[in-house]
């Protein structure tokens, strides 16, 4: 189709200048389109490789501008329109440009973006294989790939997934899922460790892109994609279980043994190692992160790849001939032995796969998503082809990694119907007893067994066995019995549906006096961070006397530090016991006077959660154990430490939460105990702060550690008895004016005394409080903290003021010489110096703080130091909403004293030609202020406009683009609508095009074009001329709209 001598003409005008090609293709893209361009476009070389723009480098160092194709909307125009003729003929003229491009190597997310848009509308026959191939280049780009991540996965696989797909949409389908579940490394991951590795990895597109896929999907992929996607699938999920080695240690007599297990194709090796010289922490430490623990070797053992079982009756003949390995019970060393191999195929195991579906919002890694995606469009090809699942299935339950029996559990369980004899023959096979254990398959286990109904004899008496017999490798507990008896019951419940089983149920519970269910597990043998399992569960507890828990308490010792139960756990139990039923035990604590710490810690813990749950508890005998329990010499020296507590408490533990017992006890009015009680309790904080050694902060955290320190908590505890005291004697005219005793003022200033660095920061933190006990003695002590020589103590005063008090002006002037002195210092606490810069910039608000007085504001703004000063501007601009809602009537005053402090960041810079990078973020983010502005003016025109100058140095531009869009409908139309030109102009001309947020921008131009005044239409004009010709399709629309 030839073009007439005026369009050839036209053909010819566009190569003078580049403002003639966008104005061109802008049309013909438009309602101007016709196919005849298409040919000839090409002929003159517009759709070739070296016409098709790369990321340009901007002005400033490390900023890139990525420009639009101007002839891809027009490319675009073309694939939508399948009536013309010869349509198979231009794409395959655009599908070639596609491959051309691809193949160089230019990397431009917009012009990738722009292929898969044209792909969207090509009929899906016409879009070869090699052409999909590229979709992994682009979605690789260097410089962004939501939107490309956006269209393939929620766009483009969809697509070929129709109602009714054909055998060549399905391999179209299947190859684009394949890329979304490709597997690649997080860029943010370092190191490897055994249980976050998987999380070290990270799919090609964006997770919530990624499930909002899979979810349309998942029905459809399962429906009628190939059992090789499935398997593809299951690989990519093995390759994230796979683990470098697995741990496991075993002590015997006093020596600390480790079974560390690595396995290849053909064989395991396992490695006997004395760790004895490695402390608990450490390993605990190791462990977590997945490092190889070192030791000395004491012998290797290698055996050729084969059953869990087989391994373990080898090792255990090899092992049971050393003299060391005698030592050991033989059903604890088969059981460790069984642990290091299964270890190292646990992965994925310990949660139930009918939960995971409540907690999808929180996937992240690769697994996590790998999995869910595996198990939906698994469930769906069970639900549309039975043959191909039950031989998906078997292969899933003859597989090393046990998550594929697990998986395989599921699916029998969602669809029980059509594959329960799959788990009938599960059963007599020799993983039957393995899945009865449940250790790993405990809700898919119970999924099945509750939909168990009517069973024949022989169904009935297998699973009547595999019950009764037990597991083979039962947990080591003090009552193996009552071990074995719960185990047993949780299956029976699970069968009660069954009447034979639903008796066994019932005599077991009667028995236990424990409801307990089949559940997910994290593993009663996976080393774990946390306290262990405990020996003993709450209901066990609580059928006991206090004596006899004392008594147990005293002997129990931790089994295995690895896998329990220890110490840990059963303090957790008991605390949980006594939060649930305190009366049980405040009414005799006696039996535990020598107990050791770490359960006297959890119980005083469980009684103080007790009594914030409002639960009624009797102080008085709380109280007196407590005193008997600390006024020792055994207690302060650290006699009752229990030798294998895995968490090592000492005296300070227990210290800390007597402290704490005491704080809630008189924290609030309306629940605090009865004030006879107040005599004992002072008493007992008295013994604890002569007694206790203060500690070092050692993390420069002076807040953190008077929260979470012992003195810390016994002086919190001192002040609010103090209050509550005062509050209760309020009547008493005596003390309006010093409110607390001298025995309580006496032990906190003995404390300031002795250099105590949380009486420093509590004496900042309630510096309100005590100004209500004594305002006299509190105002001398801030006044000597002006002139304080040791830093680390006024620094830790400081930070307890700024984090903890709620500032008024009447603080402010006491605090004013404080302020000015930690100008001159460097504040180390968490968001210390934020919280300084806040302070000030009230001060200065409210007007008891400005240019003309000798206070902190001026010698803030004399320092000019830029991060304060940038801290400054945040603060200002972060108030606009307090502002907003304040009700003393000052707002536009405190709005004045905040534009006067833009003014002077302008003066400051206005005429400077040097700028450093810093000052020019600065001048930039000053522009947040515009916020506070009514309209725009010729006096803060000039504010704007430097701003805008460096707006495209800061991240915030949105928010200046934001504020100009609201000013627009402010003052006079005509000059806001010149000096908003003006502002964004001078964006532009930086060179700087934000493309954020977009809606405010088109905001801007199209108030711009609306005003009907030739000056404002040319700057708008100017505007989307700038962005045109960084090929950035943002207002075209409005260009054309208003150049007609």
């Not at 690789?140 to 129709?162: E, Q, R, V, W, Y």
């Not at 090789?228 to 990519?236: D, M, R």
């Not at 005296?651 to 704490?660: K, R």
């Given at each position: 189709?030839?073009?007439?001598?005026?369009?050839?003409?036209?053909?010819?005008?566009?190569?003078?200048?580049?403002?003639y090609?966008?104005?061109?293709?802008?049309?013909?893209?438009?309602?101007?389109?016709?196919?005849?361009?298409?040919?000839?476009?090409?002929?003159?070389?517009?759709?070739?490789?070296?016409?098709?723009?790369?990321?340009?480098?901007?002005?400033e160092?490390?900023?890139?501008?990525?420009?639009q194709?101007?002839?891809?909307?027009?490319?675009?125009?073309?694939?939508?329109?399948?009536?013309?003729?010869?349509?198979?003929?231009?794409?395959?003229?655009?599908?070639?440009?596609?491959?051309?491009?691809?193949?160089?190597?230019?990397?431009?997310?917009?012009?990738?973006?722009?292929?898969?848009?044209?792909?969207?509308?090509?009929?899906n026959?016409?879009?070869?294989?090699?052409?999909?191939?590229?979709?992994?280049?682009?979605?690789?780009?260097?410089?962004?790939?939501?939107?490309?991540?956006?269209?393939?996965?929620?766009?483009?696989?969809?697509?070929?997934?129709?109602?009714?797909?054909?055998?060549?949409?399905?391999?179209?389908?299947?190859?684009?899922?394949?890329?979304?579940?490709?597997?690649k490394?997080?860029?943010?991951?370092?190191?490897?460790?055994?249980?976050?590795?998987?999380?070290?990895?990270?799919?090609?597109?964006?997770?919530?892109?990624?499930?909002?896929?899979?979810?349309?999907?998942?029905?459809?992929?399962?429906?009628?994609?190939?059992?090789?996607?499935?398997?593809?699938?299951?690989?990519?999920?093995?390759?994230?279980?796979?683990?470098?080695?697995?741990?496991?240690?075993?002590?015997?007599?006093?020596?600390?043994?480790?079974?560390?297990?690595?396995?290849?194709?053909?064989?395991?090796?396992?490695?006997?190692?004395?760790?004895?010289?490695?402390?608990?922490?450490?390993?605990?430490?190791?462990?977590?992160?997945?490092?190889?623990?070192?030791?000395?070797?004491?012998?290797?053992?290698?055996?050729?790849?084969?059953?869990?079982?087989?391994?373990i009756?080898?090792?255990?003949?090899?092992?049971?001939?050393?003299?060391?390995?005698k030592?050991?019970?033989?059903?604890?060393?088969?059981?460790?032995?069984?642990?290091?191999?299964?270890?190292?195929?646990?992965?994925?195991?310990?949660?139930?796969?009918?939960?995971?579906?409540?907690?999808?919002?929180?996937?992240?890694?690769?697994?996590?998503?790998?999995?869910y995606?595996?198990?939906?469009?698994?469930?769906?090809?069970?639900?549309?082809?039975?043959?191909?699942?039950?031989?998906?299935?078997n292969?899933?339950m003859?597989?090393?990694?046990?998550?594929?029996?697990?998986?395989?559990?599921?699916?029998?369980?969602?669809?029980?119907?059509?594959?329960?004899?799959?788990?009938?023959?599960?059963?007599?096979?020799?993983?039957?007893?393995?899945?009865?254990?449940?250790?790993?398959?405990?809700?898919?286990?119970?999924?099945?067994?509750?939909?168990?109904?009517?069973?024949?004899?022989?169904?009935?008496?297998?699973?009547?066995?595999?019950?009764?017999?037990?597991?083979?490798?039962?947990?080591?507990?003090?009552?193996?019995?009552?071990?074995?008896?719960?185990?047993?019951?949780?299956?029976?419940?699970?069968?009660?549906?069954?009447?034979?089983?639903?008796?066994?149920?019932?005599?077991?519970?009667?028995?236990?006096?424990?409801?307990?269910?089949?559940s997910?597990?994290?593993?009663?043998?996976?080393?774990?961070?946390?306290?262990?399992?405990?020996p003993?569960?709450?209901?066990?507890?609580?059928?006991?006397?206090?004596?006899?828990?004392a008594?147990?308490?005293?002997?129990?010792?931790?089994?295995?530090?690895?896998?329990?139960?220890?110490?840990?756990?059963?303090?957790?139990?008991?605390?949980?016991?006594?939060?649930?039923?305190?009366?049980?035990f405040?009414?005799?604590?006696?039996?535990?006077?020598?107990?050791?710490?770490?359960?006297?810690?959890?119980i005083?813990?469980?009684?103080?959660?007790?009594?914030?749950?409002?639960?009624?508890?009797?102080?008085?005998?709380?109280?007196?154990f407590?005193?008997?329990?600390?006024?020792?010499?055994?207690?302060?020296?650290d006699?009752?430490?229990?030798?294998?507590?895995?968490?090592?408490?000492?005296?300070?533990?227990?210290?800390?939460?007597?402290?704490?017992?005491?704080?809630?006890?008189?924290?609030?009015?309306?629940?605090?105990?009865?004030?006879?009680?107040?005599?004992?309790?002072?008493?007992?904080?008295?013994?604890?702060?002569?007694?206790?050694?203060?500690?070092?902060?050692?993390?420069?955290?002076?807040?953190?550690?008077?929260?979470?320190?012992?003195?810390?908590?016994?002086?919190?505890?001192?002040?609010?008895?103090?209050?509550?005291?005062?509050?209760?004697?309020?009547?008493?005219?005596?003390?309006?004016?010093?409110?607390w005793?001298?025995?309580?003022?006496?032990?906190?200033?003995?404390?300031?005394?002795?250099?105590?660095?949380?009486?420093?920061?509590?004496?900042?933190?309630?510096?309100?409080?005590?100004?209500?006990?004594?305002?006299?003695?509190?105002?001398?002590?801030?006044?000597?903290?002006?002139?304080?020589?040791?830093?680390?103590?006024?620094?830790?005063?400081?930070?307890?003021?700024?984090?903890?008090?709620?500032?008024?002006?009447?603080?402010?002037?006491?605090?004013?010489?404080?302020?000015?002195?930690?100008?001159?210092?460097?504040?180390?606490?968490?968001?210390a110096?934020?919280?300084?810069?806040?302070?000030?910039?009230?001060?200065?608000?409210?007007?008891?703080?400005?240019?003309?007085?000798?206070?902190?504001?001026?010698?803030?703004?004399?320092?000019?130091?830029?991060?304060?000063?940038?801290?400054?501007?945040?603060?200002?601009?972060?108030?606009?909403?307090?502002?907003?809602?304040?009700?003393?009537?000052?707002?536009?005053?405190?709005?004045?004293?905040?534009?006067?402090?833009?003014?002077?960041?302008?003066?400051?810079?206005?005429?400077?030609?040097?700028?450093?990078?810093?000052?020019?973020?600065?001048?930039?983010?000053?522009?947040?202020?515009?916020?506070?502005?009514?309209?725009?003016?010729?006096?803060?025109?000039?504010?704007?406009?430097?701003?805008?100058?460096?707006?495209?140095?800061?991240?915030?531009?949105?928010?200046?683009?934001?504020?100009?869009?609201?000013l627009?409908?402010?003052?006079?139309?005509?000059?806001?609508?010149?000096?908003?030109?003006?502002?964004?102009?001078?964006?532009?001309?930086?060179?700087?095009?934000?493309?954020?947020?977009?809606?405010?921008?088109?905001?801007?131009?199209?108030?711009?074009?609306?005003?009907?005044?030739?000056e404002?239409?040319?700057?708008?004009?100017?505007?989307?001329?700038?962005?045109?010709?960084?090929?950035?399709?943002?207002?075209?629309?409005?260009?054309?709209?208003?150049?007609?």
């Amino acid at each position: 189709m030839a073009l007439n001598p005026k369009e050839q003409a036209a053909l010819n005008l566009i190569k003078e200048d580049i403002s003639y090609e966008n104005y061109f293709f802008d049309k013909i893209s438009g309602d101007k389109w016709d196919i005849k361009w298409l040919m000839p476009l090409k002929n003159e070389g517009y759709f070739s490789v070296a016409n098709a723009p790369g990321v340009i480098p901007a002005e400033e160092e490390g900023y890139f501008s990525v420009p639009q194709w101007n002839v891809l909307p027009y490319l675009e125009k073309v694939a939508e329109n399948i009536a013309i003729p010869d349509y198979e003929l231009y794409i395959r003229e655009i599908l070639g440009i596609i491959n051309e491009v691809t193949a160089s190597g230019k990397d431009n997310y917009r012009t990738f973006w722009f292929f898969i848009k044209i792909l969207l509308k090509v009929p899906n026959e016409l879009i070869p294989l090699d052409t999909l191939d590229h979709l992994r280049a682009w979605v690789s780009s260097k410089f962004g790939s939501d939107f490309i991540s956006h269209d393939i996965a929620t766009k483009l696989l969809p697509k070929f997934l129709p109602g009714s797909p054909t055998p060549d949409d399905i391999k179209k389908a299947e190859m684009i899922f394949d890329l979304i579940t490709t597997i690649k490394p997080a860029s943010e991951a370092k190191g490897s460790s055994k249980y976050d590795r998987a999380k070290e990895q990270e799919l090609a597109v964006d997770r919530y892109w990624y499930l909002k896929a899979i979810n349309q999907c998942k029905e459809a992929i399962g429906r009628h994609c190939s059992r090789e996607l499935i398997e593809n699938l299951i690989n990519k999920v093995e390759a994230l279980l796979k683990v470098s080695h697995a741990d496991i240690d075993l002590e015997i007599d006093s020596q600390q043994i480790l079974l560390s297990l690595k396995e290849d194709d053909t064989s395991c090796l396992l490695q006997i190692l004395d760790i004895s010289t490695k402390k608990p922490e450490e390993l605990i430490g190791d462990f977590i992160q997945g490092n190889k623990i070192e030791g000395t070797l004491i012998k290797e053992l290698r055996t050729k790849k084969c059953t869990r079982d087989e391994f373990i009756k080898h090792t255990y003949s090899e092992l049971e001939k050393d003299p060391l390995f005698k030592k050991v019970d033989s059903a604890e060393l088969k059981r460790r032995i069984s642990n290091a191999h299964r270890n190292l195929f646990n992965g994925e195991t310990y949660h139930s796969l009918y939960s995971q579906d409540k907690h999808i919002e929180h996937f992240s890694s690769a697994l996590d998503l790998l999995v869910y995606t595996l198990k939906n469009v698994l469930n769906a090809k069970a639900h549309a082809d039975t043959t191909t699942t039950i031989s998906i299935l078997n292969n899933l339950m003859s597989q090393d990694y046990f998550f594929f029996p697990k998986l395989a559990m599921y699916i029998i369980g969602r669809n029980f119907e059509t594959y329960s004899a799959l788990f009938w023959a599960l059963l007599t096979s020799e993983l039957g007893s393995f899945v009865i254990e449940g250790e790993f398959f405990g809700d898919e286990l119970r999924h099945i067994l509750e939909q168990l109904k009517e069973l024949t004899p022989e169904q009935q008496t297998l699973l009547q066995a595999l019950i009764e017999n037990g597991p083979r490798y039962p947990l080591v507990t003090d009552d193996p019995n009552e071990y074995l008896k719960l185990w047993k019951q949780k299956r029976y419940d699970a069968l009660s549906a069954v009447p034979i089983f639903k008796e066994r149920y019932d005599n077991l519970q009667k028995d236990t006096g424990a409801n307990v269910k089949l559940s997910a597990s994290i593993g009663e043998v996976m080393t774990q961070w946390g306290s262990g399992p405990s020996p003993l569960a709450n209901e066990q507890l609580l059928r006991m006397s206090n004596k006899e828990i004392a008594d147990y308490l005293a002997v129990f010792k931790t089994e295995n530090f690895w896998e329990g139960p220890t110490i840990g756990g059963l303090s957790d139990t008991l605390r949980s016991t006594v939060q649930e039923n305190p009366d049980k035990f405040t009414e005799d604590l006696s039996p535990y006077i020598n107990t050791s710490y770490l359960y006297v810690y959890d119980i005083l813990a469980g009684l103080r959660e007790a009594w914030k749950n409002e639960a009624p508890i009797d102080w008085g005998a709380l109280l007196a154990f407590v005193k008997s329990y600390i006024d020792r010499e055994e207690f302060w020296s650290d006699a009752l430490k229990a030798a294998d507590d895995d968490w090592h408490a000492t005296h300070e533990w227990v210290a800390g939460s007597v402290s704490e017992l005491i704080q809630e006890g008189t924290r609030k009015d309306s629940w605090a105990f009865d004030g006879k009680h107040i005599p004992l309790a002072k008493e007992i904080l008295f013994i604890v702060l002569e007694r206790i050694s203060p500690s070092k902060d050692e993390n420069k955290d002076a807040v953190f550690h008077a929260l979470n320190s012992a003195e810390g908590k016994a002086l919190t505890a001192l002040i609010l008895i103090a209050l509550r005291i005062a509050r209760l004697a309020k009547e008493n005219p005596a003390i309006e004016k010093v409110r607390w005793s001298d025995d309580l003022k006496n032990r906190f200033e003995s404390a300031l005394s002795n250099g105590v660095n949380d009486a420093y920061t509590l004496l900042g933190q309630y510096m309100p409080n005590l100004l209500y006990l004594d305002k006299t003695w509190t105002e001398q002590r801030i006044q000597v903290m002006e002139t304080l020589e040791d830093d680390e103590l006024w620094n830790a005063f400081m930070e307890g003021y700024l984090f903890g008090v709620a500032l008024n002006p009447r603080f402010y002037e006491l605090m004013k010489d404080n302020y000015k002195k930690a100008l001159t210092h460097q504040l180390t606490g968490r968001h210390a110096e934020d919280l300084l810069t806040d302070h000030i910039g009230l001060g200065y608000l409210w007007n008891i703080d400005n240019l003309s007085d000798d206070g902190p504001y001026k010698k803030l703004i004399d320092d000019w130091n830029l991060t304060d000063i940038d801290d400054l501007v945040s603060f200002f601009w972060r108030i606009q909403n307090s502002l907003e809602e304040n009700k003393d009537g000052k707002r536009d005053e405190y709005i004045d004293r905040i534009l006067k402090f833009w003014q002077m960041v302008y003066s400051r810079y206005a005429s400077r030609t040097d700028l450093t990078d810093v000052e020019k973020k600065l001048i930039a983010k000053s522009g947040l202020l515009a916020v506070y502005l009514e309209e725009i003016t010729d006096e803060n025109l000039a504010l704007l406009l430097l701003s805008a100058k460096y707006i495209h140095t800061d991240h915030d531009s949105a928010f200046f683009i934001e504020a100009l869009d609201q000013l627009k409908d402010r003052g006079d139309a005509t000059r806001s609508a010149k000096y908003i030109g003006q502002i964004f102009a001078q964006i532009i001309r930086i060179p700087f095009c934000p493309d954020y947020d977009r809606e405010h921008i088109r905001s801007i131009v199209r108030y711009l074009y609306e005003r009907d005044n030739e000056e404002v239409k040319a700057l708008a004009d100017e505007i989307c001329n700038a962005y045109a010709q960084n090929r950035i399709d943002l207002l075209t629309d409005l260009y054309q709209e208003f150049n007609q």
